[in-house]
């Protein structure tokens, strides 16, 4: 697999990030901290868009908080203890010290703890697409992979523990799901468990607890149990995937806390009338949103499926005589909400602006022949099909329905022409 990884250097995302145009970085802004230039941020907003759709679906609940904290927050959660290397600096702010969070998890401890709840709310599944800091090492830095100002994809849900094993087994049916639409492949499911060291929250009766927890959770799934990959508070389910130069990483995590609903004070109300101690499972379905887009990137040499692609539809009028039909084209699929662009003959010969749409999956030449009719296309394929000339309408519709239901087949066979 490595070997064969190895053989397509042509497509590392931080070499296609800059030539496609999707992202760069710049001294004065600074290692670590790239910005998205407008096609690598409609990759990026699409894709958030996605998680936020999925989420909504499996019964979340959206927040926003801050990127900032107190220190006595982070203290308050173990991370200043067991964390605070891959921290950025307290700031100085009147006569307190404030920090760039490393996690949002404490925040939304607080967002949990600042109502009563009944066990009847529970599970209780709070997400957030939000921004972390970690204080990473010039060396590692490197493209998406590794920055310093992270857009993480995170979710913490309250429930019961009676609740938690069956929460995580959703959790983890929707990476699955997430994975089959953004044609990614798990390379495998590891166990991370604590290691050496006194990194780890020091609670054997914690860690047996959630590490049977999570056991049951991937019964059934195959997977590596590993030590010294945990997280400081408790283990976690990894699901790794490989990039082309074979290299394993961590994109997606599900975690079953007690520390945090411990160190916090969390609980609600039982059925007796009582306090009790929620459990707290934590859950990212595609990690940083810098990472997911590099592996995308790279999995998919920057032809993206069609749903997530930065440009869906070009329209290449052969002359100018043709402008105005094409100028009609692209706006209909504008109305239909797809992404679509004309590429008129001052960009170049035919044959010149079919080769730079290479990577856009559907293309529709406008012809002399085409124009007179009215409503005909001439149409070509990223995978170099050509169905030829169909109706405009038929084309937007085919072209919507493939990104309405996020389909990998660019042009499926009418029913009469299937085999």
Known sequence: MNADHADHPQHDHRRLGRELD?????????????????????????LEEYVREAERGAGYRHVYSPVLGKRELYEISGHWDHY???????????GEEVVLRPSLCPHHALIYRSRSHSYRELPLRMAELGGMYRSELSG???????????????AHIFCTLDQAVEEARA?????????????????RYRLSLPGEGNKYVADP???????????QVLDGVEYEAVEGEAAFYGPKIDVQIVDRAGRESTLSTVQIDFHQPERFD???????????????????????????????IEEHGGAF????????????????????QAE??????????????????????????????????????????????????????????????????????RVEGVVRTRGGELWAAAPHQAA
């Open 22 to 46: 999707l992202f760069d970085t710049d001294p004065l802004m600074g290692a670590g901290l790239p910005y998205w230039l407008p096609d690598g941020a409609v990759v990026r907003h699409t």
């Open 84 to 94: 605070s290397e891959d921290m950025f600096p307290p700031m100085k702010l009147g």
């Open 140 to 154: 590692v830095l490197g493209g998406l992979t590794r920055v310093r100002s992270i857009q993480l994809n995170d």
């Open 171 to 187: 959790a983890l049916a929707l990476i699955r799901r997430a994975y089959a639409d953004l044609g990614i492949r798990a390379a």
């Open 205 to 215: 009766e914690l860690w047996r607890r959630a590490t049977a927890l999570l056991e």
């Open 266 to 296: 969390l609980h609600y109300i039982g059925p007796d009338g009582a306090k009790h101690r929620p459990v707290m499972v934590h859950r990212s379905i595609i990690g940083s949103v810098e990472r997911a887009v590099a592996h995308l």
């Open 305 to 324: 499926p069609a749903w997530l692609a930065p440009v869906q539809l070009v329209v290449l009028p052969v002359a100018e005589e043709q402008y105005g």
């Open 328 to 397: 009609k084209v692209v706006r209909r699929a504008l109305d239909l909400g797809l992404r679509a662009e004309l590429a008129g003959p001052e960009h170049g010969t035919l044959g010149a602006r079919v080769r730079h749409a290479r990577l856009v999956p559907y293309v529709a030449v406008i012809g002399e022949r085409e124009a007179a009719d009215g409503d005909l296309a001439a149409v070509r394929l990223r995978d170099g099909r050509r169905p030829g000339a169909v109706s405009v309408a038929e084309l937007l519709a």
